[in-house]
């Protein structure tokens, strides 16, 4: 069976076998984050397997990770962007935990696909359209995802097929109705230059951090490596490398989304447009 979340060395809050809103049957522990642990659950009403997040937070009044997963992630209906179909509390230890409940998806998420090789030009192209598409979804709704990273991107493929890759986890997105949670929100190997000075993210950022996870696809590698403080501090710098290996049509695109100027990026759109005409 195939990993479909890096798993994480944090003892979840609850065991397997739990009922989850008298529907739910926690089953093992797949992954999770900084946030939240993710299991794969049995919905016992519908006989499917589901994802289900249980999130870390037991304070109501801080679980902003929750309230933007809530607000923002379960109204979007895109099939680039992971389901969000219900949630509630779990009761577990003498404290509550928030859960939402997503849709399974089969596979693995990028992190871990890149762990084994670079995707190549034809799966990148492929999974980055999606999630190009995903992003102007997001866009057109005034949202910014503000955590675009391979950890955050899940991906299937089969025989034959690229399959599909969809983007998920909303814990620090904005939206009209959800300020940036704080200066330091997102994953700092991803952050945009101007949200690394401090500046609050845009629409501009997710695109800057699309092409970096672009960059990564095709070379096996972090365009800002090294630990978070130098990262970071080197994208305010100076542009990525793209290495000479990438095709000259990649790294006109490349250059395009990781542009030092948030005004000269091209739009979530504009870059799926991109992608879909590097097929040919």
């Not at 928030?98 to 990148?124: I, K, N």
């Not at 672009?214 to 990262?231: D, I, V, Y």
């Amino acid at each position: 069976m195939t990993k479909r979340w890096v798993r994480k060395p944090h003892v979840p809050p609850a065991g397997d076998g739990l009922l989850l809103g008298s529907r739910y049957r926690l089953g093992p522990w797949i992954g999770g984050g900084s946030e939240a642990h993710v299991h794969e659950a049995l919905d016992e009403r519908t006989g499917r397997l589901v994802a289900a997040k249980l999130f870390r937070e037991t304070d109501p009044l801080k679980g902003e990770a929750f309230r933007r997963e809530l607000e923002i992630h379960k109204r979007l209906r895109n099939k680039n962007i992971v389901r969000v179909r219900d949630h509630g509390k779990l009761l577990s230890g003498g404290q509550e935990h928030d859960y939402v409940v997503m849709d399974l998806v089969g596979g693995q998420d990028l992190r871990s696909a890149l762990r084994e090789a670079p995707a190549g030009p034809a799966l990148t192209v492929a999974w980055m359209t999606d999630i190009a598409n995903a992003l102007a979804h997001l866009h057109r709704r005034g949202i910014v995802h503000n955590d675009v990273k391979p950890g955050n991107i899940l991906v299937t493929r089969s025989a034959g097929s690229a399959g599909v890759a969809m983007l998920t986890d909303f814990g620090v997105a904005i939206s009209p109705a959800h300020s940036p949670r704080s200066s330091s929100s997102g994953t700092p190997h991803y952050m945009s230059p101007e949200a690394v000075r401090g500046e609050a993210p845009t629409a501009a950022s997710d695109i800057y951090a699309l092409g970096l996870v672009t960059l990564e696809c095709l070379t096996g590698t972090k365009a800002f490596p090294g630990p978070p403080l130098e990262s970071m501090v080197a994208r305010t710098l100076s542009e990525p490398r793209v290495p000479g290996t990438v095709r000259r049509r990649w790294s006109m695109v490349l250059h395009a989304m990781t542009d030092p100027d948030p005004a000269g990026r091209p739009s979530a759109r504009q870059v799926a447009g991109m992608f879909r005409r590097l097929r040919w």
